[in-house]
């Protein structure tokens, strides 16, 4: 059986609303294995987005262990984070997060760039990505020339091209109709098979259901795992 590549322990995060203290998590406990993919599901406010920024070392929990293959996140500095969010996790975002006055090469290069990689081995990662995604002809376009399923192939693209052990996606089918979100889903499952760990978030039943194993949270609690 594949190694824990993710554990969290009892893990809480508050905020202070209006003077009003809200617990986005709440004691939340996960674990997830090298080469699953899990999707977790909740509604609007639940604690998705915050545990997902917790797992992505995007913020910290005030209380509880955050264990990343096999050490507390609590042994590591800034800028030790900085790079395990660089070279271990690649980010998929619900906005695609795309800048309009780059081409959809140069958007997928921008994390090698912060890698201080050499141009030519750049352009090699980037050709690899964009043709996983089936977007290599797309290449020279900017996102305002490519539709919603293409800027997110984009962004798949992005979050892929520095080879990450850990893929989170955080809505990626929110702005998108139910078509494209369906072969957008399908492109995640297909990155699975293909050896990527995924964890989905998600406010959609269905599309959390095609995932191997479902997490639902309410209220900042993980209430039970249901594996499909």
Not at 57 to 78: E, F, H, N, Q
Not at 85 to 96: E, L, P, T
């Amino acid at each position: 059986m594949n190694k824990a590549m993710i554990e969290l322990h009892d893990v809480s995060k508050i905020y202070q609303v209006g003077g009003q203290e809200v617990r986005a998590l709440d004691r939340a406990c996960l674990s997830v294995r090298e080469g699953e993919f899990v999707s977790i599901v909740g509604p609007s406010g639940s604690g998705k987005t915050t545990m997902m920024n917790i797992i992505g070392c995007l913020d910290v929990a005030d209380s509880g262990d955050y264990i990343l293959d096999g050490l507390s996140i609590d042994r590591y500095s800034d800028r030790e984070l900085a790079r395990i969010r660089n070279h271990k996790i690649g980010f998929v975002f619900q906005g695609f997060n795309l800048l309009s006055r780059l081409t959809a090469e140069a958007n997928v290069e921008l994390p090698l760039i912060y890698q201080r990689l050499g141009m030519s081995e750049r352009r090699k990662l980037v050709a690899e990505a964009l043709h996983r995604v089936d977007l290599y002809d797309r290449r020279k376009h900017k996102p305002q020339e490519l539709s919603g399923g293409q800027q997110q192939r984009v962004a798949i693209a992005r979050a892929l091209v520095t080879k990450p052990s850990l893929l989170l996606a955080d809505e990626p089918t929110g702005n998108l109709d139910s078509k494209t979100g369906a072969e957008i889903i399908e492109l995640f499952h297909e990155l699975h098979r293909s050896g990527n760990t995924i964890l989905l978030i998600t406010h959609n039943p269905d599309i959390a259901k095609t995932a191997n194993r479902m997490v639902q949270i309410f209220d900042g609690k993980v209430y039970e795992e249901v594996v499909s």
